[in-house]
């Protein structure tokens, strides 16, 4: 994903075990949570605020003083919807590879009848 702060331009790069980790955890804390109906609280702001800054390589004041409560949450659901959309890709091509795109197995590992 990315986002521009102040004119740049940053990339969240690869989702490593360490992103994951800390957006799942901000993400759960926050759940049941609504922008106006059941609105975060400064804490979980603070928190959703420090996981994305760490996707970013950023500082989490950097998020809280330039990222608008909406961006924030969306980059939230941005993340998820990025993640799944990678896997479909990754799991279409080794189905297409290994399958050579009929959808049938190999003739080599067809189980003998």
Known sequence: MK???KD???DSG???IEKHQAVVKAWNAC???DLFKEPYTEEQLKELSAAMALCFGLKPEEIT???SVEE???FFYGIQNETINKFNALFLEVEENFTNGS???PNELQPDN
């Open 3 to 5: 986002i521009t702060i």
């Open 8 to 10: 740049k331009e940053y």
């Open 14 to 16: 690869a989702f490593t």
């Open 31 to 33: 759940e049941g949570k």
């Open 65 to 67: 003083e330039n990222v």
């Open 72 to 74: 924030i949450t969306y």
């Open 103 to 105: 959808g049938e197995l």
